[in-house]
């Protein structure tokens, strides 16, 4: 009988020299990289071990299994788990054990710390590879809590950290044989927010709006897109203007005073507000504002000295304006103790003509810009004594110039009643509409059956001789829904006019 040897297919790649490299490997994370919170709060957050590979020209290239090793600085692993991986849907009758750590081999990056390891052959039994390029093969979640300041946090790969079994070194197996694979890390910035809305310390903030504020709530209509409503920094806030093409859009720009029961309100205050960007000033006003003269507002017999400042001087450099208020030195005039007042305007332009790429200009509030006077810082008196706004140094708004393109609905023509479908009813629609005082037509173009760029009784007769005296179908969009072809507006058929073809 004769004999046959069976040969390893990673060991015949050898033999016979059909490996001609080794694939790379590294490894990595992704997930979020920044949270936020009060000094003291904990964090968390879901992560993934990724594998990249970059396959050489084997036999059998690609990653049969992998042992990872992990740990993090200023954080912890506190979940680690093969199932939901990307990889796990290429296994299939192999080995996993995965599972956090509190041990470690001495010397290694893992000692004191809380990680995490993982040990995974895809099959026993089977050819299971991952392919090239980013996989995820671990779900991970790893915590901790914001530092007062801030500060930050990383995810690493080291080796040695120690499950149930041995020390685990981060390796990968291909074709049989270990490749060790470039270890990644991610850093994670952790920002630390200081509660401005319910200071028990500080009761004035700032902020920016795009209109007027007159309200009894503190915070009340100031632009900022943090989510949590304790938090009321007012940075990173935007105005949007939409702008027609070749036109220079213009915004106002209103900074607040909002106060929480800060003693009898603000008697007064100066204001140093820089401006950046793809803007110009054309104006700062406190007309329209609390700081202006009874009735339209408040001040009386008081001060008042508001004005663009000069770029060039070198306190300055850049744009930007100042205010100084004092409502009144004759009588108890001040602002609400409760709530938020619009106090200055400042008017910007954008610096071009509007083109298809947005401009952005910017406002913030910087103490020591200079007018005509000294230079101003920023500060609000409250019962005669001064005090600092909780968030002078964050308080901050963009101003977004972006090109408008007129939106035009869908919509099917002879469809006047927006039913669906082009009928007797149509045609009955359009008549009411014309002659017995019946609603409108949202979409204008619907009801212009003919397509002549106007509604009249012919439009009736058209409908009624395409559907019952062999006319002519109406031109497009006909019979499914579509936009004009033949020089439609937004007057012609509004967005969100034609809900039937939504």
Known sequence: M????????????????VVSAQSTFSLGFSGPTLHSGNAGQAWSGDYNATLTSALAD?????????SLSMSADNAEITAIAFEGSEAEGSFSGGFKKTELTTTAKAGSGCEGKNGAV?????????????????????????GGTIPAGGGSARLLYVDGCRGAGQPVDNNITEAGATVKPELGALDITLKEIVSCCHSDVNKLNVGFSSSRI??????????DPESDPAVCDGDGG????????????????????SSQNAGGGAQGWSLA??????????????????????????FSGGFNKTEAIDPAKPENGTDGVVSAIVLSFTEARNLPAMGTESVLVINLQEAAPQGAADQVGSAGFKSGLRGAGQPVQNAITVDGGTQKACNFDTASIDVRFQLFVPQIDRFVRGNANDDSKVNIADPIWIINELFRAGPKTACPDAADANDDGMIDSSDAVYLIEYQFMGGAEPSAPFPA????TTGGTPESCPAGSTASCE
């Not at 084997?58 to 992998?66: F, H, I």
């Not at 007159?214 to 632009?223: E, F, M, T, V």
């Not at 820089?274 to 700062?284: D, H, Q, Y």
């Open 2 to 17: 004769k004999r046959v040897w069976f040969l390893p297919i990673a060991l015949v790649a050898i033999l016979t020299g």
């Open 58 to 66: 084997l036999v059998q290239p690609g990653a049969q299994g992998w």
């Open 118 to 142: 993982s040990a995974i052959v895809l099959s026993f039994t089977e050819d299971r590879r991952l392919g090239a390029g980013a996989i995820g093969i671990a779900k991970i979640t790893a």
């Open 214 to 223: 007159s309200s009894a709530s503190p915070y009340d209509g100031i632009i």
């Open 238 to 257: 935007e105005i949007l203007v939409a702008v027609s093409e070749g036109a220079q859009g213009s915004a106002s720009v209103y900074a607040n005073i």
């Open 273 to 298: 507000i820089a401006v950046g960007g793809e803007v110009t000033i054309t104006s700062v006003t406190t007309n329209g504002t609390a700081s202006a003269p009874a009735p339209e507002g408040l």
């Open 481 to 484: 829904c579509g936009e004009d």
